[in-house]
């Protein structure tokens, strides 16, 4: 969303309010002081152990008295977060028009991601703007003969990570800074980074993405560098199975010009996170997916990342071929990322202002077919 801030403070005929809920208060920080965003509200709704159910009351309880008092022309929110979800309903009982960015994402399935598809759903049934990162997503909501307009977009988060990358290219001296904070990486050995925090894989599903991990850092085969989720479900069985396994390097979570920088230097990214699918193949990276379905189908078509679910054989199994084959990591590199040419933000502001823009089309990228053809075509 902090490119799509930006782009609103920059236009002279938007007034524009940043709202901050305050969940994971040490991550949303560095992002705030990156993009050089100063909020009007924070909720600070985080208690620990807290329950979605209390999450969500302390949600629309503090959203309902800022939309009282801003009284604002429109809200927009961003993906499938309790925040968004809660934000859209919110907006909604004072008819208060919404819009969705990042809408039309599907699985099929309300229990993965759980609750994000819930959330997505929820959010995309009031909003009367859906800003669709691609074709397929536009689909989806045509589909389900919801109310509101779709256009496509693209993604934002493309649009930051774009950002980035050109910040990261021209400033060399933070560029040498980041790398002096990552002195662990070994050059020697290829990088698998590793993302998890999905609460259908709370139990189960993560003591086996523990053991696989445990596993493929005794083959010797590569270095594995896991920023760790804040989630006290995810940072008891990580640290309990891996906090003194050899090759394996377990950080806190990192600000965001590192994680890109660390993702540019990865040589495989193993995730379960939704924007990751996204993020790693804009820079080249093979991505394998620790979950049994994607709300992101065009990446699994353009052949950019693989599902290999929370089984720890298939992980071990999927991780050590791309490790293995030089080649076949070099074929990620050439394929084509569906999700967005980062001009995401402008195009969202021109529909906001009724300007005319052309919408993101991923058919006009060499190589790329979208799923959704028949679909579009079936609803004329």
Not at 90 to 117: D, Q, S
Not at 310 to 318: F, K, L, P, W, Y
């Amino acid at each position: 969303m902090a490119p799509l801030v930006k782009q609103l403070e920059a236009d002279p005929d938007i007034q524009s309010v940043v709202c901050v809920t305050g969940q994971h208060r040490s991550m949303l920080k560095q992002v705030l002081d990156l993009f050089g965003i100063v909020p009007a509200h924070d909720l600070e709704v985080m208690t620990p152990n807290q329950t979605l159910n209390g999450l969500a009351s302390r949600l629309f309880s503090g959203l309902d008295d800022i939309l009282a008092a801003e009284q604002p022309d429109r809200v927009l929110v961003h993906g499938d977060t309790a925040t968004s979800m809660a934000g859209a309903l919110a907006a909604f009982h004072r008819r208060i028009p919404v819009g969705h960015v990042e809408a039309g994402l599907r699985t099929g399935n309300l229990m993965e991601p759980w609750p994000e598809e819930m959330n997505r759903r929820v959010v995309d049934v009031v909003s009367d703007l859906l800003f669709a990162p691609t074709a397929s997503s536009k689909a989806n909501l045509l589909a389900e003969a919801l109310s509101g307009q779709a256009i496509v977009t693209g993604n934002t988060v493309i649009d930051a990570l774009h950002l980035m990358c050109a910040r990261l290219e021209r400033d060399a001296p933070l560029r040498e800074s980041i790398d002096a904070r990552l002195p662990f990486i070994d050059p020697t050995l290829p990088l698998l980074l590793v993302t998890g925090h999905r609460r259908e894989s709370f139990g189960e599903g993560f003591a086996n993405i523990c053991a696989a991990l445990a596993t493929l850092a005794r083959s010797g085969k590569m270095q594995i560098v896991y920023p760790v989720h804040m989630n006290p479900n995810v940072r008891g069985p990580v640290l309990d199975t891996l906090g003194n396994s050899p090759n394996v390097l377990l950080t806190e979570p990192l600000e965001y010009p590192d994680f890109v920088r660390l993702m540019q230097r990865a040589s495989v990214v193993l995730t379960d996170s939704g924007g990751v699918q996204e993020e790693a193949p804009a820079l080249g990276k093979p991505v394998l997916v620790m979950r049994d379905v994607t709300e992101r189908p065009e990446a699994l078509v353009a052949g950019t990342v693989r599902l290999v679910g929370t089984e720890r054989d298939s992980i071990v199994n999927a991780v050590l071929q791309l490790i293995d084959d030089e080649e076949e990591r070099r074929a990620f590199a050439r394929r084509v990322n569906p999700y967005g040419d980062g001009r995401a933000s402008g195009r969202i502001v021109a529909a906001l202002m009724g300007r005319p823009f052309e919408p993101f089309s991923s058919n006009e990228l060499p190589g790329y077919r979208h799923p959704a053809v028949a679909l579009q075509s079936g609803h004329g």
